[in-house]
């Protein structure tokens, strides 16, 4: 299995298929997951994080050429403008499927994908359009979510554990705006983001990176060990590679960037499916066997990426992947911890880390 092999997979199945059938046209929204037996949606709510992840997957598929991919992109934005803007600031984080917005809390895993969306979006509208809406939100982050022990609260109201997750993603939408609009503030903001990551939240004895961590921004603890995410590990790892561009970027990247793999390479693989699994402890062990697609998709990234790496685990990881994928552009979306994989929609969610993924190591053109 090739990269180009999933690309096309990408390209003509996967995209096609869900504009075609992720779309809620006469709702302006899109469907939160596809049945594969007639690609029907039984989930009874929307989510933001779907919305905003839709927006970048059509801007991607509108790249790409896919006819019809940018009106999705303009239905997605309108959303965000129509229904999901509140008056004080920010975006709901969940909606019935007539948009209205049935939980008002303010994420800021989802609030990062917000400002990805606007980034990407930039493929299809003007940037002068877009770009006060990134600041916009840029400037309500870091008004409202700033967390005196550095980083950023895990939501409006607050809420524990807080997350490496968040920031990882908030970081990811901070070099894209970077690069979509090229105000400053967004690569000084991504720095800041990056100097956190080396001096807090990545573990220094043991090279791997907490999930979880308590208001002071020290990682939970039990028994002696915190728990890791392999996806995680993986995620961080291209994140370091895009930002060696950044004011502040040092030497210590690429040495956390290895440790970081090496911890996945020791730990992270089901002896059976060699899937990165869902959660393995700081001491090796692997709490959860049971896996998820998602990790694969940025075990891909990384696997193209990373300092050392061969063809063979290139592609390793390529057929890795495929392995999860349907023909008609679907996909499993889990395993149990024995290797089976179980039945079940395909999240709209994921269609992002399959996007991004694929076209990291694949770009059209």
Not at 142 to 166: C, D, K
């Amino acid at each position: 299995m090739t990269a180009s092999t999933l690309r096309d997979w990408l390209l003509h199945r996967a995209l096609p298929l869900w504009l075609r059938h992720g779309v809620d046209r006469a709702a302006g929204g899109f469907h939160e997951a596809l049945a594969p037996d007639g690609y029907a949606c039984d989930v009874s709510f929307r989510r933001l994080r779907v919305v905003t992840r839709q927006i970048y997957v059509f801007s991607a598929a509108h790249r790409a050429g896919l006819a019809g991919a940018d009106e999705a992109v303009v239905l997605g934005l309108e959303f965000l403008a129509r229904y999901a803007a509140l008056p004080e600031g920010g975006y709901a984080w969940r909606f019935n499927l007539s948009n209205e917005p049935t939980d008002t809390t303010r994420d800021l895993y989802d609030h990062a994908f917000v400002l990805l969306a606007l980034a990407a979006a930039t493929a299809v509208l003007p940037v002068e359009s877009l770009r006060p809406r990134a600041l916009a939100l840029l400037n309500f982050i870091e008004s409202a979510f700033a967390h005196p022990a550095g980083g950023y609260l895990e939501s409006l109201p607050p809420a524990l554990p807080r997350r490496q997750n968040p920031h990882m993603h908030l970081l990811e939408a901070l070099l894209a705006a970077d690069e979509a609009f090229g105000d400053a503030v967004f690569a000084q903001r991504a720095a800041s983001l990056l100097g956190l990551f080396l001096n807090r939240l990545v573990d220094a004895d043991t090279g791997a990176l907490p999930e979880l961590f308590d208001d002071a921004l020290r990682p939970n603890v039990q028994d002696g060990v915190f728990a890791t995410e392999p996806g995680h590990h993986c995620e961080w790892a291209w994140l370091l590679h895009r930002a060696v561009c950044l004011p502040g970027a040092d030497a210590r990247m690429a040495a956390v960037s290895a440790r970081l793999m090496a911890f996945v390479d020791r730990h992270g693989a089901h002896a059976a499916t060699g899937d990165l699994v869902d959660q393995v402890d700081s001491d090796g062990t692997q709490a959860l066997r049971s896996a998820r697609l998602w990790p694969q998709a940025e075990r891909l990234k990384a696997a193209y990426l990373r300092g050392d790496t061969t063809p063979a685990g290139r592609a390793r990881a390529a057929s890795g992947l495929a392995a999860w994928l349907h023909p008609d552009g679907l996909w499993w979306e889990r395993r149990d911890a024995a290797g089976g994989f179980l039945p079940g929609p395909a999240p709209a969610s994921s269609l992002y880390h399959l996007t991004c993924g694929i076209m990291t190591v694949a770009p059209v053109g």
